[in-house]
């Protein structure tokens, strides 16, 4: 009499497990990435808080945007990467990066980047 057996064999566990160590390490080494963003965003709203309708000048900008990364200890993008535009009204203060981080082997997880606040003069 034949029975049967129902369940997952070694060789399938094995494999599924590692698939999952996969994408565990691939979350693990993205969320301080994201973390970092999360002070980006935070950083340019702080700064358009700030200054809004103060009559700011780019080299104001500029430096408040220094000095709140140096506070926040952002390090993937520095404060000469953000761009800051003189709109008609406004200034948009726009960081736009990607972030690369080595995951294995000659691999890497590449994340793109881009926020933007207008400064009201």
Do not use: H
């Not at 566990?13 to 390490?25: D, N, R």
């Not at 104001?60 to 761009?83: A, G, P």
């Amino acid at each position: 009499m034949m029975r049967n057996e129902k369940g997952v064999t070694l060789i399938g566990f094995l494999i599924m497990a590692v698939f999952l160590g996969l994408f565990a390490l691939a979350i693990i080494k993205l969320v301080p990435v994201y973390l970092e963003f999360g002070k980006v965003e935070t950083t340019l709203s702080k700064v358009k808080t700030e200054l809004d309708n103060k009559s700011p000048t780019i080299q104001e900008i500029s430096r408040s945007v220094e000095r709140r990364f140096d506070i926040e200890d952002v390090r993937r993008i520095s404060f000469k990467d953000v761009k800051i535009t003189r709109e008609p009204r406004s200034f948009r203060v726009q960081a736009q990066y990607e972030a690369r981080v080595y995951y294995i082997a000659n691999i890497y997880l590449v994340a793109v980047f881009d926020t933007s606040v207008d400064i009201q003069r």
